[in-house]
DNA sequence: CTGACACTTCAAGTGCACTTGAAGTCAAGG
DNA sequence: CCTTGACTTCAAGTGCACTTGAAGTGTCAG
């Protein structure tokens, strides 16, 4: 087993295509060294800051916050456990303010889809509070609060 | 107040804006009758099943999924609470099951992101056994299973 | 040396959910 | 009658996260 990993031997360990990993480097979120042909190369912790990615994507963070955060990582040396840490922190507030709002949706179908309240006087859902932490494309406005 | 709703009126009291009325229409999600000089009027039923729409979203679902569900609808009258909760009684496995991958999410912060586990022999997150509800046009292979 | 296969760059294409713009029509007040 | 604003259709554009294809180079087994 090498030392170091090719695009296409970090692809099937990742489970992300390998068009993707060249995407991400485009865009900042990697980096790789060549060898004297152009071939990327990466060291094996790469495996670690692409796991970081696809699970934070899961969270419901966008390339560019992706991004953001991994520029908060030392430079210096390979991050440790408790880098990896630090960036992950802030991730559970936004887990937990997603299922509160998941909660909210659940306790109130029927109630709220069923009712007349939908005109927007009353109903709870209407104005819930919390941002949502969630790639949403669509219209918000019940439920409240474009994507944050 | 009018009986019926014009597009403006139904946006504005929706949240959802015109440009997306008219987009929901031609993919078969909403309906309008037209006036003689071709206006759109909407009956104010139509509040409702435009809010579902919208709630469908925030749940995960797409707009051909979301327009699946619609077509269960009753066509001979206009549906009644209990319709709307027979359709969103689907919603809340799909609910239940995405509040569960978050938890685990959650729960899995700084110990699989920072453990060397990523490799994916024994990480619990990599065969989590539960099938995402939710949009994520990302890779996806640790925390398995592709969009449905 | 010859295939086969992995890799390279760059441009264009995809899917989803819309939005925007152009060009024109309709409705109501002054 | 004139203007203003809401409406109409249709085509094209947007943002995100990639994927696909073309054309070429590198690596390695036999």
Redesign the pocket.
């Known amino acids: 087993m090498h030392e170091e ?8 360990r990742s489970g ?12 900042g979120l990697i980096h ?1 060294l ?8 990466y060291p094996r912790a790469m495996l670690r800051r692409v796991a970081f ?2 699970f934070a ?1 899961r969270v419901g ?6 991004g953001a955060e991994l520029a908060r990582l030392p430079r210096d040396r390979v991050p440790q456990k408790a880098d990896w840490q630090r960036l992950s922190a802030s991730w559970r507030q936004r887990i937990d303010e997603r299922i509160a709002e998941l909660e909210q949706l659940r306790d109130s179908l029927g109630e709220c889809i069923g009712c007349g309240c939908l005109s927007m006087k009353q109903c709870r859902l209407v104005n819930p509070g919390d941002r949502l932490g969630e ?6 406005r019940w439920l409240q609060g474009r994507r944050s």
Do not use: M, N
């Not at 992300?16 to 865009?27: H, I, T």
């Open positions: 990993l090719a695009i296409g031997e970090l692809a099937r992300v295509a390998a068009s993707a990993l060249r995407f991400y480097e485009e865009r790789s060549r060898t004297a042909s152009g071939h990327r190369r990615i696809v994507q963070l966008t390339l560019e916050e992706i790639r949403a494309s669509g219209p918000v």
